[in-house]
């Protein structure tokens, strides 16, 4: 599980840059294996979306395994061009026979 989910930055101002922590929580029975990370668009209308807003701070090394009740911490950064809304998605791939990916806006 994610956690927050949604990740808010709140007002970051022009010619500034926000940062957001996000845990990944291993919540199964087995242990969760994290393979990439990537950060796409969520509804700009374009196919690569506006990422570039968006970046990992310090992504971890992967893959990644986290051990059932630990989390892996990632920091976000949003670093906006324009006033008003911005929005993406942060793609998690994992080794989870349920659920290979999850989705984080």
């Known amino acids: 599980f994610v ?8 007002g970051v101002e022009l010619g500034t840059t926000g940062t957001q922590t996000v845990q990944l929580v291993s919540c199964g029975t087995q242990p969760l294996t994290i393979d990439s990370f990537s950060l796409a668009d969520n ?7 506006t990422p570039e807003l968006f970046a990992f701070d310090t ?10 009740g630990d989390a892996l911490t990632v920091t976000l950064s949003f670093a906006p ?9 942060m793609l998690v791939m994992t080794h989870d ?4 990916w999850t ?3």
Do not use: C, M, R, W
């Open 59 to 68: 992504p971890p090394s992967l893959p990644a395994t986290i051990a059932v």
């Open 43 to 49: 509804g700009s209308g374009s196919p690569t979306g």
């Open 81 to 89: 061009t324009n006033y008003g809304d911005a929005n993406g998605k």
């Open 3 to 10: 956690n927050p989910s949604p990740v808010e930055f709140g």
């Open 97 to 100: 026979g349920e659920q290979s």
């Open 103 to 105: 989705s984080v806006q």
